[in-house]
């Protein structure tokens, strides 16, 4: 059974960069074919789709966020992790890592296409 955790501060200050990590165990994030995710919620809106990291570390990012965002992994602790530069409270949301069993032929927003979600964590971007 594969699990995913998600891991950082639950409070940015405007204009700061938001980190997150996903710790993910019970699969490698090199197995083939799999992409690992970062979704997020804003309050009393869906899910927005961030950005990806495929197994053989390509990525992929929302165009609405890619220049403010970054994934990377760290292969050596099965994790991958997320900077969200000069955020804004617009940034306040649950962030959810989250896995599709296969980097192709789906698109990133069928949410059903994601076999294995983080919990989620809060955080909160103000002053």
């Known amino acids: 059974q594969v699990q995913l955790q998600e891991s950082g501060p639950g409070l940015v200050k405007p204009s700061q960069t938001l980190s997150l990590t996903c710790t993910v165990s019970g699969g490698s994030i090199t197995t083939s074919y799999t992409s690992w995710s970062w979704i997020r919620q804003p309050p009393g809106k869906g899910l927005e789709w961030m950005g990806a990291?495929?197994?053989?570390?390509?990525?992929y990012y929302s165009p609405s966020l890619k220049s403010r965002t970054s994934i990377s992994t760290d292969t050596s602790k099965n994790q991958f992790s997320l900077q969200l530069s000069s955020v804004t409270p617009e940034d306040t949301a649950v962030y959810y890592c989250?896995?599709?069993?296969?980097?192709?032929?789906?698109?990133?927003?069928?949410?059903?296409?994601?076999?294995?979600w983080g919990q989620g964590a809060q955080v909160t971007v103000s002053s």
């Open positions: 990291i495929a197994y053989d570390g390509s990525t």
């Open positions: 989250a896995r599709k069993a296969s980097t192709y032929g789906s698109s990133w927003y069928r949410w059903n296409d994601y076999d294995y």
